[in-house]
């Protein structure tokens, strides 16, 4: 989490058994195509750990390797990972509610999407020492990579062109989908970018995915809905 490592660790103490009971209800509920958007919590759990490390690092006075690994661990999340899960969670889910159209639709988005999210960390983790983490004037962590020099990256985090894209392989394929909740979901992540770029715009990337983390947790209610519609109807 962007604050400091207790409130990083504190919400991967939360984060991670939530997308572990999350998954086990979509496989109780049988909703094995909403398993991945389940798990997603988890995996933001294991996201603010890793941050939780490097703030640790940097108190410490930049650790090494703790401070390089950790940085990379983070921004592997950042830069790839939600470029490759979230697309797939939704085509996933399409195939539960969508026509097949939609369905190969999304799965295309996804093969795209999974191919930027590996150009977007690639150049960062073949040149380690280009990552300087460190605490912003705010109070909240940077990751610097200003230096490192790749025209790939260079080209796809171009401001605005390169984060545009980013944003867009995240949220369209949530509002792409039939299902309400996941569209919601998709709706209040668009939101948090702005949030985000207007008031913490210099450390972007730790504050939009701790606004993310929280939100994630909106994912054990499109999960236990058939749940709640049971107990409804009782």
Request: hydrophobic share 50%.
């Amino acid at each position: 989490m962007c604050f400091s490592a207790s409130a990083s660790f504190t919400a991967a103490a939360v984060l991670m058994p939530l997308g572990l009971y999350s998954t086990h209800i979509a496989r109780k509920t049988a909703q094995p195509d909403y398993v991945p958007l389940a798990l997603t919590p988890f995996f933001f759990g294991v996201q603010q750990f890793v941050e939780g490390l490097e703030w640790t690092a940097i108190d410490q006075g930049k650790v090494e390797p703790l401070t390089s690994l950790a940085g990379l661990g983070f921004l592997f999340f950042a830069y790839c990972f939600w470029m490759i899960w979230i697309p797939w969670s939704a085509w996933s889910v399409a195939r539960s509610t969508d026509s097949r159209a939609l369905q190969n639709r999304l799965k295309g988005v996804a093969i795209v999407a999974t191919l930027l999210g590996i150009g977007f960390y690639l150049p960062v983790l073949l040149n380690p020492p280009a990552l300087q983490p460190a605490v912003h004037s705010t109070g909240r962590l940077v990751y610097d990579i200003s230096n490192l020099h790749s025209a790939f990256h260079n080209f796809v985090n171009t401001k605005p062109v390169g984060e545009l894209v980013y944003w867009g392989f995240i949220v369209l394929p949530l509002l792409a989908v039939r299902d309400k909740a996941v569209k919601l979901f998709g709706v209040l992540i668009f939101v948090s970018i702005f949030l985000t770029w207007f008031t913490y715009s210099k450390t972007f990337n730790s504050v939009w995915c701790f606004y993310c983390a929280v939100l994630s947790i909106f994912v054990l209610y499109i999960i236990n809905r058939p749940r709640l519609r049971a107990a409804a109807t009782s």
